[in-house]
């Protein structure tokens, strides 16, 4: 496997592809049959939602600095994370779209950089996040995650995240105005779609739904609507970001507490097959 900080490999055949599969990632985008994503951490993860149906793996950042021993949060090394973001694309035959939290750098250059990384690793999409950066900060990010795709060649889908909800930020009154214009900041520096996680209020996602120019991403989990409900209110991609590795790291829990405790083993009722999983790793 080619360093994944190093040119993509193959020549005009392989960049051929790879164009191929970021314009087959950006349309499945669409409110009329929005694109599910269970986020994987890990290979076998990834090689789950493969063979589930998805059409389209997502990773989640946190799962995957988890799974390496560092905490969510601009954090992790970029060099490890990228090296997670080959094995995945390496191993599945769809689209595969790196959460890379706010870039993985100091500054835009250094996102740009890490977005070379991330195409080189196989990746067509990335998801990147303002968090408590200043939006001319975070457009800033963007438009050099734009321009390093561009010097590719590769139309990636850059999925820009708004956390004014998530965190609460500014007052509640004014909170949806001041995500849509983040939202029309990050689309104008270069960003293919918006995702605004921690609202989940069909209300107001029709509303960010109607001002958003662009494909919307909504981040759910139990009481969300469905994914139907949410594309008929206008979004196009649903995810679950953390959610499923929050929830097998809680089946680690469980089982261990259960063992420890009762001496009993109930809690790994349901697993996989150990055959069944050794077998979709082979080959």
Do not use: C, Q
């Amino acid at each position: 496997m080619a360093s994944p900080t190093a040119p993509p490999s193959g020549g005009l055949t392989s960049m051929t592809a790879t164009t191929a599969t970021a314009t087959a990632f950006a349309a499945l985008h669409t409110p009329a049959a929005p694109l599910a994503l269970a986020n994987a951490w890990d290979v076998a993860s990834a090689r789950l939602v493969e063979a589930a149906g998805a059409r389209a793996v997502a990773t989640t950042s946190a799962g995957v600095a988890w799974s390496l021993g560092s905490p969510d949060g601009d954090a992790l090394a970029r060099d490890r994370a990228l090296d997670l973001v080959a094995r995945v694309a390496a191993a599945v035959s769809v689209p595969v779209t790196a959460d890379i939290e706010g870039g993985f750098a100091t500054d835009p250059a250094g996102v740009g950089e890490t977005v070379t990384g991330v195409l080189a690793a196989g990746a067509v999409g990335i998801n990147i996040e303002d968090g408590t950066r200043t939006p001319a900060d975070h457009a800033d990010r963007i438009a050099a995650a734009r321009a390093a795709a561009e010097a590719a060649g590769v139309p990636l889908f850059i999925n820009a995240r708004v956390d004014t909800y998530l965190f609460g930020l500014g007052e509640p009154h004014t909170r949806l105005d001041e995500t849509l214009a983040r939202a029309a900041a990050y689309l104008r520096a270069g960003a293919s779609g918006i995702f605004v996680p921690g609202v989940t209020d069909p209300a107001t996602i029709a509303e960010l739904a109607k001002g958003i120019d662009a494909p919307f991403n909504v981040l759910v989990g139990p009481g969300a609507p469905t994914v139907a409900e949410l594309g008929a209110l206008g979004a196009a991609r649903v995810s679950l970001g953390s959610g499923v590795a929050e929830a097998a790291y809680a089946v680690v829990r469980r089982a261990t507490e259960e063992l420890l405790t009762s001496g009993t083993y109930g809690t790994l009722s349901g697993s996989l097959p150990y055959g069944e999983l050794n077998a979709l790793l082979k080959g």
